[in-house]
Nanobody, 119 residues
């Protein structure tokens, strides 16, 4: 099992910045992907960004150039730096840990942290 603890959500004005953190503990494997997803009311959960254990990243088109993702493997922590936040970025942000196994993968989710963008 993997436990994920998220932090950093909150209220921010349009154009502002927030930094989310997600620390993983438990059965941490070397090959993994850590990422952030978000879900706004009435919408499906969507990928925001993720980063593999060897540093490969993926970003949703809507956040490219505004968000960055990084990780500290020694701390098993992933960070999402969100700049130039827009109203449409408002959602519950979920951390996801994917363990890459020889026979497939195992996925774990955090409890979510609210990001509110409002003037």
């Amino acid at each position: 099992q993997v436990q994920l603890v998220e932090s950093g959500g909150g209220l921010v004005q349009p154009g502002g910045s927030l930094r989310l953190s997600c620390a993983a503990s438990g059965s941490i494997f070397d090959r993994n992907i850590m990422g952030w997803y978000r879900q706004a009311p009435g919408k499906q959960r969507e990928l925001v960004a993720d980063i593999s254990s060897d540093g490969n990243t993926n970003f949703a088109d809507s956040v490219k150039g505004r968000f960055t993702i990084s990780r500290d493997n020694a701390k098993n922590t992933v960070y999402l730096q969100m700049n130039s936040l827009k109203l449409e970025d408002m959602a519950v942000y979920y951390c996801k840990y994917t363990r890459i196994l020889p026979w497939g993968k195992a996925e774990y989710w955090g409890q979510g942290t609210q990001v509110t963008v409002s003037s």
